[in-house]
Nanobody
Framework: QVQLVESGGGLVQPGGSLTLSCATSGFTFVFYYMSWFRQAPGKGLEWVSTAYNDGRNTYYADSVRDRFTISRDNAKGTLYLQMNNLKSEDTAVYYC??????????????????WGQGTQVTVSS
């Protein structure tokens, strides 16, 4: 039913850029805010960014603010994360997540009920 599929990860040098995509199906995309999380090697899930329903209200973790840009195409049901000036500490598996119907704490893992399979981003010289 509900499906989230991330793509766009890869290997880049420090200072490089990547754009991640999350294709969705099985629900009315515009009714939900959407978020990106990441998991670095040996660490837990970390909230990265959230875009509210129309994409005009966006929120970022301090570690990525001014480098990453979240956006969404409601007609396509697709969420994006443009990542610029990548650093080694950005190396992680990146996940797209959809919140529960009554979710409100968008930085918390427990707020979400569906997750994609993840796409790996590796930043290395």
């Amino acid at each position: 039913q509900v499906q989230l599929v991330e793509s766009g990860g890869g290997l880049v040098q420090p200072g490089g850029s990547l754009t991640l995509s999350c294709a969705t199906s099985g629900f009315t995309f515009v009714f939900y805010y959407m978020s990106w999380f990441r998991q670095a090697p040996g660490k837990g899930l970390e909230w990265v960014s959230t875009a509210y329903n129309d994409g005009r209200n966006t929120y970022y973790a301090d570690s990525v603010r001014d480098r990453f840009t979240i956006s969404r195409d409601n007609a396509k049901g697709t969420l994006y994360l443009q990542m610029n000036n990548l650093k080694s500490e950005d190396t992680a598996v990146y996940y797209c997540a959809r919140p529960k119907s009554y979710g409100s704490e968008f930085e918390e893992v427990a707020d979400y009920d569906y997750w994609g399979q993840g796409t790996q981003v590796t930043v290395s010289s």
